[in-house]
């Protein structure tokens, strides 16, 4: 009986790993894309659902995913960026840009990420006011920035 050198044996050792690492990764893949698709479904119930506890509020859909282009100077040069927000609605001739959260942490005015973003609404679709509807609470916050010079 010939012997298997242990060269061989390397390569097969390592093809074998090779082969483990890579399902593994497939694995980690789709469970990602799994999770992604399922973040974006909730999202989509998330800001059908507001438009319904907005209308019950007395709000007026005008509009759903407002473009509004920005620009901001980097070094001297003047960069184009353009902000989304989810909705722009009317009550007693008042426009608000309002933007839909759900979950626990982002529907929070004051969580770091969602206090930016209203923010940023704030300064790019002045004069509009800003909304922060919680989805699945069915509560709608008006959010207002002071400024206050020191």
Known sequence: ????????????????G????WLKLRRLVRRGHRRAVA???RAGAGERHAERVLEDAGFEILDR?????????VDGEEE?????????????????????KTGEKATDPLFPPTR??????????DPHRV???????????????????V
């Open 131 to 149: 909304l922060l509807v919680d989805a699945e609470a069915e509560e709608i916050m008006e959010v207002s920035f002071s400024r206050i010079l």
């Open 80 to 100: 184009e960026f353009e902000i989304r927000a989810d909705l722009l609605v009317e009550r007693d001739g008042e426009r608000f840009i309002a933007e839909v």
């Open 39 to 41: 973040r974006a479904q």
């Open 65 to 73: 995913q407002v473009r509004c282009i920005w620009w901001m100077e």
């Open 116 to 125: 930016r973003q209203l923010l940023e609404y704030r300064l790019a679709f």
């Open 1 to 16: 009986m010939p012997t298997v050198s242990p060269e061989l044996w390397i390569i097969v050792a390592l093809c074998i």
């Open 18 to 21: 090779i082969a483990w690492l």
